[in-house]
Nanobody, 116 residues
Framework: QVQLVESGGGSVQAGGSLKLSCVAS????????MSWYRQAPGKGRELVST???????SYADFVKGRFTISRDNAKKTLYLQMNSLRTEDTAVYYC??????????WGQGTQVTVSS
């Protein structure tokens, strides 16, 4: 099973920026489709962004133009640059890896808190 460890969360004022990182344990990282999800208090987990094995990216409408997903296959690391943060971005952010033929793996999550 792939192990994922997120970091970079914290507290920031609205309009600020944070950069999340997710380090994967697998040497097959380049073959994994990677995603960021988030879960706000009292809400379900929602997909934020995905990056394919060929670095094709997709974003949820609520983060388009503000967040950027990227990956460094040599470092086995996934990133999420978050700019123009809003209070509604407050959530626990999770890294997820889809590495065939294994089942999807999840990180433990990192808290992002945006205050007004």
């Amino acid at each position: 099973q792939v192990q994922l460890v997120e970091s970079g969360g914290g507290s920031v004022q609205a309009g600020g920026s944070l950069k999340l990182s997710c380090v994967a344990s697998t040497y097959a990282f380049s073959t994994c489709e990677m995603s960021w999800y988030r879960q706000a208090p009292g809400k379900g987990r929602e997909l934020v962004s995905t990056i394919s094995t060929v670095a094709k990216t997709s974003y949820a409408d609520f983060v388009k133009g503000r967040f950027t997903i990227s990956r460094d296959n040599a470092k086995k690391t996934l990133y999420l640059q978050m700019n123009s943060l809003r209070t509604e971005d407050t959530a626990v952010y999770y890294c997820a890896a889809a590495c065939p033929p294994l089942s999807q793996a999840w990180g433990q999550g990192t808290q992002v808190t945006v205050s007004s």
